[in-house]
């Protein structure tokens, strides 16, 4: 039996794994079915831009699970950071402030005074509790505290879910929001801070781990595409791999990690009888996704200083407009400036094109309302839709200790990470902290089995 660890996508989740083992000395062979890292947080240059699949943000900064991995290593000042905190709303009537820490609750000009005090009422209690407590309130919905609210109240948690988990408030756990409040907490050792690759693309983070990696006698493949998992007695046995050629190939291993969502491996890499068919149904129910309709936009002159605006209340489809170019230049050419806006929607919308053109236009309508500069620098526009935002890391019943476990009770050398997975926080920063969770069983796994 070969002595390598298979992970099985080089997204955050698989690469941070692979590089906490790397780092203790083990030998880590990361295989990628697609051409390139990073997995949902991928990038690409269009038109010589550095345009991500969405736009991420590392939340809370020095104090997230992904800077936290990257310092144990001793790696953290390789990864570039530019911040993100020039962060503003926007509503009828003008911009306003995005405050930055419970004291700047009082100075919000956005809701009345009234409005400040009874949101700092809401909110402190939750600063200050337990992430214990928290667990307590994971089966309810955030908007049992803010249903009662008055809209403009409401305008401000809806611009905060869009910020930490790209949703609007319904679809988000009351534990996990208060989770997020308590990491922002700097009483509590947490941070509000947020950032960015200084380089463009927020899949510098998997390039750095991929490569130390590599520098530690790992490999990561791509184009690599794992089609089984084979299990024997309830052990590990192997992977079959799909070469270039077509054929399988049967790589023999006895520890294999799994790093994209659960619900997807368990019915794709497993022959029918190998997993427990009741615990496949149960992990199932994870399969919940919504949507997001985005869409980047270069244009010739900058048209705000800010790095964020959230365009607040209901009459506005546009969620979020992120000046990218103004977080860091160096996504764009010299002389044009991107953005990119976007809005969660319906996951039915994302399959149809009429619907996407629509809010597209909507999009561009209310921009333009705000920056009177925007249709006459435009130079281009590249909408997208996707499906990938899912709901299992916020909604109700679907976080944290309710997710997929790191583990299957009864099998022996096969591990899970990824947001997916038992963790906290959202997208790219929950892979990490899954990979921190799950990485001592791996090192248990592998000290019991020599």
């Known amino acids: ?47 010589n831009h550095i345009l991500d699949n969405g736009f991420h943000i590392m939340p809370f900064y020095k104090k997230s699970a992904i800077f936290s991995v ?5 790696i953290e000042s ?13 509503s009828d009537t003008g ?8 004291g700047d609750l009082l100075q919000l000009s956005l809701i009345p005074l009234k409005s400040r005090i009874r949101l700092l009422k809401l909110l402190l209690p939750m600063a200050f509790t337990s992430i214990e407590k928290t667990e307590e309130w994971d089966e309810k919905s955030l908007t049992e505290i803010t249903e009662k609210l008055d809209p403009d109240t409401k305008a401000f948690f809806e611009a905060v879910c ?14 996990e929001f208060a989770r997020t409040i308590i990491r922002a907490n700097p009483f509590k050792g947490g941070t509000s801070e947020f950032a960015y690759p200084d380089d463009g693309g927020y899949d510098s983070i998997s390039k750095v781990l ?31 791999l799909e070469n270039i050629q077509g054929d399988d190939e049967f790589i023999p291993t006895d520890c294999v990690v799994v790093s994209y969502p659960a619900y997807m491996a368990l019915n794709q890499l497993f022959d029918k009888d190998a ?21 980047h936009f270069a244009l010739n002159s900058k048209i705000d200083n800010r790095q964020v605006v959230f365009p607040v209340g209901d009459h506005y489809a546009t969620k979020g407009i992120f000046f990218i170019s103004n977080i860091t230049p160096s996504v764009s050419p010299p002389g044009e400036h991107l953005i990119i806006a976007g809005t969660p929607v319906d996951s039915s919308v994302a399959d149809d094109s009429k619907k996407i053109k ?38 109700p019943g679907m976080v944290w200790k309710s997710k997929m476990p790191h583990q299957i009770p009864g099998i022996e050398g096969l591990f899970f990470v990824g947001d997916s997975t038992v963790s906290y926080g959202i997208g790219t920063d929950s892979a990490a902290h899954s990979s921190i969770l799950c990485q001592p069983k791996i090192e248990s796994y592998l000290k019991i089995k020599n």
């Open 70 to 74: 990257l310092k144990k290593i001793g």
């Open 275 to 295: 997993i427990d068919r009741n615990f496949v149904e149960k992990i199932n129910r994870l399969d919940k996704k919504t949507a997001v309709v985005e869409v």
């Open 162 to 175: 869009m910020l930490a988990f790209a949703d609007t408030a319904d679809h988000i756990s009351l534990g």
């Open 358 to 395: 629509q809010i597209v236009q909507l999009m561009k309508e209310e921009i333009s309302s705000i920056y009177p500069n925007f249709n006459s620098s435009l130079l281009w526009e590249r909408p997208m839709a996707w499906k990938l935002v899912e709901s299992v890391v916020k909604e």
């Open 210 to 240: 991929s490569d130390y990696i590599v520098e530690k006698n790992g490999t990561v493949e791509t184009k690599q595409k794992v089609k089984k998992i084979v299990i024997e007695n309830s052990k590990v046995v192997g992977i079959v």
């Open 1 to 47: 039996m070969q002595d390598e660890i298979f992970i099985i996508g080089a997204g955050v989740g698989g690469l941070t794994t692979g590089a906490l083992l790397a780092n203790q000395g083990k030998t880590v062979r990361v295989l990628e079915k697609s051409s390139k890292l990073g997995g949902r947080t991928a990038s690409m240059i269009y038109k």
């Open 95 to 102: 911009f306003h402030k995005y405050p930055k820490g419970m």
């Open 78 to 90: 390789r990864l570039k950071l530019a911040k993100v905190d020039d962060i503003a709303f926007h």
